[in-house]
């Protein structure tokens, strides 16, 4: 369920909530009126016919909001802002990719709605998948490179401002269109507010509104960002029709995500030493009758993760990897039967070992599938080809294919 509220001007008692639902609770409004009084002060001459901006709003949740002037005084100027506040469960957020136009869109406000107002259900079904067709159109335009620069800057965690003379919802469903998935429910846009107060990732401003806070770059900057990895192989994947690449790329892990990976492997890192050290000690060896033979060196073992560190893959990850290293395996004549199984991507890396040429002497961690979960298996394969970087914490196993594609080099068929 989706709750809802009213808020705007009502004559001479001056900004109140003038209509609600029974589940918007009292506790709800002083921080609900602080979502709406952020929104700025008006400048003088600039209107807002309609604009969608989103924030969290306390554990749990996310507040799409949608602004618009309520009519005009006798001069023609605009009258009183309204704010119609939607206070969606961030369950439900994060599960329509967090896209808080798309939300929007599915509920017109009724700006003359008083009093009681009626619990909103989600019925409609999830945002169409992003194709390359459509990432194509978005790119279509004069100001790509901005949209593009822009995107790579707001994964590098800068923030974005863009000046006009009125709302912009069209540039911001784009820039949001070019962003994984797990960063846009990180992340909050306003297509419109009166002035740049810090709290949004992307927002449009009125001209001369977009003072220097620290942190943001403007859109001439974004234009001339530095190209990044992720900029790249997005406008690449979408120029060659590439939708796997793509479909990758938009489920790329966000920064947040990331840095919750290294310092959960840093923790368990901190945890392991003190742990073995209050294990009780072996006791003494017997000594042998006689000395030892000399044994060979410890041959060297790869990095690998704990097992128990490895979440299992999801279906859809499954998927992506079965597909990559089958086009992987097809480009080098090796012939992977189908599936996309923890056994069938265990024997499609087994069968890819095999077919690649002799590692180093002294890289052989033993049989793959013995190592336990398929990351721990294709990470042992990188390390055997001598891949560097084969244990960076965050890897996916799609980049883990890519890394090897790298090293490899081309099929010479």
């Known amino acids: 369920m989706i709750e809802q509220a009213i808020y705007g001007g009502h004559g001479a008692g001056g900004y109140q909530f003038l209509a609600r639902s029974p589940g918007f609770l009292d506790t709800w409004l002083p921080a609900a009126e602080r979502l709406c009084t952020g929104f700025g002060e008006r400048p003088a001459g600039v209107a807002c016919p309609g604009c969608v901006f989103a924030q969290p709003f306390g554990p749990g949740r996310v507040a799409v909001v949608q602004a618009a002037d309520q009519g005009g005084d006798d001069a023609g100027r605009p009258g009183a802002l309204g704010f119609r506040l939607l206070v969606v469960p961030a369950a439900l957020y994060d599960g329509l990719g967090g896209d808080p136009f798309y939300i929007a869109d599915q509920f017109p406000p009724d700006w003359r709605a008083r009093g009681e107002l009626a619990a909103l259900e989600w019925t409609a079904e999830a945002p169409p998948a992003r194709t390359v067709e459509a990432l194509r159109k978005v790119l279509d335009a004069p100001h790509s490179a901005i949209l593009l620069g822009g995107a790579q800057a707001l994964l590098d965690g800068t923030r974005l401002v863009f000046e ?45 509104a977009g003072r220097e806070v620290p942190g943001y770059i403007d859109e001439r900057q974004a234009g001339d960002y530095p190209e990044g990895n992720y900029e790249w192989r997005l406008q690449s994947a979408v120029e060659h029709g590439d939708q796997r690449e793509m479909d990758a790329l938009l489920a790329r892990r966000s920064r947040r995500q990331m840095i919750r990976l290294a310092l959960g492997l840093l923790l368990v890192m901190a945890v392991i ?41 999801t279906d859809h990850e499954r998927k992506q990897l079965a597909e990559r290293l089958r086009r992987f395996a097809g480009e080098r004549g090796i012939d992977l039967p189908a599936g996309t199984t ?72």
């Open 273 to 313: 030493p003190p742990v073995v050290m209050l294990l009780p000690a072996s006791p003494p060896a017997v000594p042998p009758a006689a000395p030892p033979a000399a044994t060979p060196a410890a041959a060297e073992k790869p990095n690998l993760p704990d097992a128990d560190l490895c979440p299992p893959l």
């Open 164 to 208: 006009r003379p009125a709302p912009d919802a069209g540039l911001l469903r784009d820039l949001w269109a070019l962003l994984p998935t797990n960063s846009r429910r990180e992340m909050w846009p306003a297509s419109f507010a009166f002035a740049n107060a810090g709290q949004f990732h992307a927002v449009v401003v009125p001209r001369d």
């Open 342 to 413: 923890d056994a069938a991507l265990t024997r499609d890396i087994d069968a890819v070992d095999r077919a690649l040429p002799a590692p180093e002497p002294g890289r052989d961690p033993g049989p793959l599938r013995d190592l336990g979960p398929v990351q721990r298996q294709l990470r042992a394969l990188l390390w055997k080809q001598g891949v560097a970087g084969y244990d960076a914490a965050g890897l996916n196993t799609v980049e883990m294919v890519e890394k090897l594609e790298d090293k490899v080099g081309p099929s010479r068929r």
